[in-house]
C-alpha cells in the first residue's frame, strides 16, 4: 500500500556525475549552516559546514553555496559515488544568541545509478 | 571508538510501558542534545543540556518525557506511559560549546511502541 506522509525530494544521478542539492532556509537570523548525510538506519552524519560570512566552502569531494539574498543553500557533489547514495539534511543555527538548537530542514534522497 | 553512544539501538515496548534511552557523549562534550526522528522527516529537537543543567525544552516534549544528565557527562530519556506516536528514532548528539557549533550525532535508538 502507499505509505502517507512519505513525501522525501528525491534526486538520481548517474555515477560520476555531479550532483547538487538544494534547500532553502527562511530565518535570516540563522548564521551557521550544516549539511548532515543519513544512511538507512544510522544517525546523521556531518559533511561540511558554512558560516554566514562566507559564500562558498570546499571540502573532499563537496562543496556548499552560500546565497544570503534569497536564503539559499546547496551541497554539490562531484564525482558522485554509489557510497554518496543517502538522505542529505541542511541544518541551520544561529551562533550569536542564547539559541542553541539546530533545525533541520526536509532533507533530499540521493540515488546513484551505477 | 570515541564517538556518541546510544542504547538499546533498538526497542520494542507495549503501550502503556516505560522506556529508558542511555546516550554517552563524545568525552569531554559539554553539550547534549536529544531529538526525535520519524520516517522521511529531518530530525525535531527535543532538549538539550550544557553540563548538568537542562537549558531548552521542546514543546514536542510532554508531560510524559523526561530528560536528566546527572553528573553531566551520559544522558538518559525516559518516556512514561508510551503511545504509538511515541515511535520513532530518538537521536542524540553532543559537541563542546568552545570548538565550533557543529554536532555529532549517534547512530539513534529505535522505539516501536505496538
Known amino acids: 500500500g502507499e505509505s502517507v506522509g512519505l513525501h522525501l525530494p528525491t534526486l538520481s544521478v548517474q555515477e560520476g556525475d555531479n550532483s547538487i542539492i538544494n534547500c532553502a532556509y527562511s530565518?535570516?537570523?540563522?548564521?551557521?549552516f550544516i549539511w548532515y548525510k543519513q544512511e538507512s538506519g544510522k544517525g546523521p552524519q556531518f559533511i561540511i559546514d558554512?558560516?554566514?560570512?562566507?559564500d562558498k566552502r570546499q571540502g573532499q569531494r563537496v562543496t556548499v553555496l552560500l546565497n544570503k539574498t534569497v536564503k539559499h543553500l546547496s551541497l554539490q557533489i562531484a564525482a558522485t559515488q554509489p557510497g554518496d547514495s543517502a538522505v542529505y539534511f541542511c541544518a541551520e543555527n544561529r551562533q550569536k544568541t542564547s539559541y542553541d538548537k539546530v533545525i533541520f530542514g526536509p532533507g533530499t534522497s540521493l540515488s546513484v545509478i551505477p | 571508538d570515541t564517538g556518541v553512544s546510544q542504547d538499546p539501538r533498538h526497542k520494542i515496548t507495549k503501550r502503556g510501558q516505560n522506556v529508558t534511552f542511555r546516550c554517552d557523549p563524545i568525552?569531554?562534550?559539554?553539550?547534549l542534545y536529544w531529538y526525535r526522528q520519524t520516517l522521511g522527516q529531518g530530525p525535531e529537537f527535543l532538549t538539550y543540556?550544557?553540563?548538568?543543567?537542562?537549558?531548552?525544552k521542546s514543546r514536542l516534549l510532554s508531560d510524559r518525557f523526561s530528560a536528566e544528565r546527572p553528573k553531566g557527562s551520559f544522558s538518559t530519556l525516559e518516556i512514561q506511559r508510551t503511545e504509538q506516536g511515541d515511535s520513532a528514532m530518538y537521536l542524540c548528539?553532543?559537541?563542546?560549546?568552545?570548538?565550533?557549533?557543529?554536532?555529532?550525532f549517534g547512530e539513534g535508538s529505535w522505539l516501536t511502541v505496538v
Open positions: 543540556f550544557q553540563n548538568e543543567a537542562q537549558l531548552e
Open positions: 548528539a553532543s559537541r563542546l560549546s568552545s570548538s565550533g557549533n557543529t554536532i555529532y
Open positions: 558554512i558560516r554566514s560570512n562566507m
Open positions: 530565518n535570516s537570523a540563522s548564521d551557521y
Open positions: 568525552s569531554e562534550h559539554n553539550r
